[in-house]
């Protein structure tokens, strides 16, 4: 019997498998603490001690995480930035202020002790003026050293029960983030040379951390997040190929240049920008959401790429929370058969999304048993 280990990366190398890989995704991809106090950490709570331990024990890990960080000798954010966190009725506020370009820009998140999403109240970005300011940060206000000797320590930890699988966000990702999603796509559209050059400036100092930390820890795989900002119906397909093709690619043939495997985040809508997304290569593609979250089934996408890509995914996390257990093995059986239908360089079965309340309910965590259990027995 081969380890999760090993299936994991058979499965990333295209190689046959004794069964699909089955993974929570942030439930053991996220290192959670049942045992911490802290009134924030939302999994000290009813019935998440039961799904971490299921998740530990029976999945196919694959750890988070990303190179530990330190500012470079030269970094001089502090300059222009100033972070407040504070506590007010409860509830975590965290305020940037930054001040360059003659501007002062400002962001303000909020995040509550029984829900784990840090909710951005107040982007620091809200026009054109503001993102021109912005520019005007130097190269320095971004330079940092990165390290791999916790990704190096953590894969030890995990053994044999799974891999470590490097965290980053592409150019597109941290330029639209700066921003509602309203600015964002307004100003995407209507001012792409603008917004070209904040790609840019986000491009110069991703690229060198992916090209060290692919050198340092070859042969992983990564997860690049931001494909979804420049999908339907955020933005036309036709702006794909000059928001994420133009600067994720880089990105996707730098991890595979050190032997690595580089996955794809995409939510949504894939049906339209499936040949560009084809055109970079990427080893994996996730979450591949059902209809009518995305706009094309897990067969449909199995026939299309499923030779060259491992698809991870397909089950909402909403069928998780809301589907009764007897429906929801049904799906489960569906997505198996799909998933491994036909030729395909391999498929792991994975939620969009984990829970992000404080109580587990006892049919969620059934749930999550019938993957394990289905998945196991395929």
């Given at each position: 019997?081969?380890?999760?280990?090993?299936?994991?990366?058979?499965?990333?190398?295209?190689?046959?498998?004794?069964?699909?890989?089955?993974?929570?995704?942030?439930?053991?991809?996220?290192?959670?603490?049942?045992?911490?106090?802290?009134?924030?950490?939302?999994?000290?709570?009813?019935?998440?001690?039961?799904?971490?331990?299921?998740?530990?024990?029976?999945?196919?890990?694959?750890?988070?995480?990303?190179?530990?960080?330190s500012p470079a000798p030269d970094n001089c954010l502090d300059e222009f930035q100033e972070v407040s966190t504070y506590i007010k009725d409860g509830v975590r506020y965290t305020r940037v202020t930054l001040s360059v370009g003659g501007r002062t820009l400002t962001s303000l998140t909020r995040r509550d002790p029984e829900v784990a999403t840090v909710w951005t109240l107040e982007h620091l970005l809200k026009s054109p003026e503001d993102a021109e300011a912005y520019l005007q940060l130097?190269?320095?206000?971004?330079?940092?050293?990165?390290?791999?000797?916790?990704?190096?320590?953590?894969?030890?930890?995990?053994?044999?029960?799974?891999?470590?699988?490097?965290?980053?966000?592409?150019?597109?990702?941290?330029?639209?983030?700066?921003?509602?999603?309203?600015?964002?796509?307004?100003?995407?559209?209507?001012?792409?040379?603008?917004?070209?050059?904040?790609?840019?400036?986000?491009?110069?100092?991703?690229?060198?951390?992916?090209?060290?930390?692919?050198?340092?820890?070859?042969?992983?795989?990564?997860?690049?997040?931001?494909?979804?900002?420049?999908?339907?119906?955020?933005?036309?397909?036709?702006?794909?190929?000059?928001?994420?093709?133009?600067?994720?690619?880089?990105?996707?043939?730098?991890?595979?240049?050190?032997?690595?495997?580089?996955?794809?985040?995409?939510?949504?809508?894939?049906?339209?920008?499936?040949?560009?997304?084809?055109?970079?290569?990427?080893?994996?593609?996730?979450?591949?959401?059902?209809?009518?979250?995305?706009?094309?089934?897990?067969?449909?996408?199995?026939?299309?790429?499923?030779?060259?890509?491992?698809?991870?995914?397909?089950?909402?996390?909403?069928?998780?929370?809301?589907?009764?257990?007897?429906?929801?093995?049904?799906?489960?059986?569906?997505?198996?058969?799909?998933?491994?239908?036909?030729?395909?360089?391999?498929?792991?079965?994975?939620?969009?999304?984990?829970?992000?309340?404080?109580?587990?309910?006892?049919?969620?965590?059934?749930?999550?048993?019938?993957?394990?259990?289905?998945?196991?027995?395929?």
């Amino acid at each position: 019997m081969i380890t999760r280990r090993e299936r994991l990366m058979a499965t990333l190398r295209g190689e046959p498998v004794d069964r699909p890989a089955v993974n929570f995704y942030e439930i053991g991809g996220w290192i959670l603490d049942p045992d911490d106090p802290d009134p924030f950490n939302i999994y000290n709570g009813p019935g998440w001690r039961e799904l971490i331990q299921l998740a530990e024990t029976e999945t196919d890990l694959i750890r988070m995480s990303g190179p530990r960080r330190s500012p470079a000798p030269d970094n001089c954010l502090d300059e222009f930035q100033e972070v407040s966190t504070y506590i007010k009725d409860g509830v975590r506020y965290t305020r940037v202020t930054l001040s360059v370009g003659g501007r002062t820009l400002t962001s303000l998140t909020r995040r509550d002790p029984e829900v784990a999403t840090v909710w951005t109240l107040e982007h620091l970005l809200k026009s054109p003026e503001d993102a021109e300011a912005y520019l005007q940060l130097p190269d320095e206000a971004f330079a940092y050293r990165y390290s791999v000797d916790n990704l190096v320590a953590e894969e030890a930890r995990v053994g044999d029960a799974g891999i470590v699988m490097v965290d980053v966000g592409d150019p597109l990702c941290l330029a639209a983030s700066l921003f509602s999603l309203a600015d964002y796509t307004v100003l995407a559209l209507t001012e792409p040379q603008l917004f070209h050059r904040l790609l840019e400036q986000q491009a110069r100092h991703i690229y060198p951390m992916v090209e060290q930390v692919a050198r340092d820890f070859p042969g992983r795989l990564w997860r690049v997040v931001g494909s979804e900002y420049a999908s339907e119906p955020l933005l036309p397909a036709y702006l794909y190929p000059e928001y994420v093709v133009r600067y994720t690619g880089p990105i996707v043939q730098t991890i595979q240049k050190y032997g690595g495997f580089a996955r794809l985040h995409s939510h949504g809508r894939l049906r339209r920008i499936l040949p560009d997304i084809a055109a970079m290569a990427p080893a994996g593609l996730d979450p591949i959401e059902p209809p009518p979250q995305g706009d094309m089934t897990l067969a449909e996408l199995r026939e299309a790429i499923g030779q060259q890509t491992v698809l991870f995914g397909n089950i909402e996390a909403s069928e998780l929370e809301l589907l009764q257990p007897d429906a929801f093995e049904a799906r489960m059986q569906q997505a198996l058969i799909e998933g491994t239908a036909g030729k395909g360089r391999g498929f792991v079965l994975m939620p969009s999304a984990c829970p992000y309340g404080r109580t587990i309910p006892p049919h969620v965590l059934a749930n999550y048993e019938t993957m394990v259990r289905l998945a196991h027995a395929f």
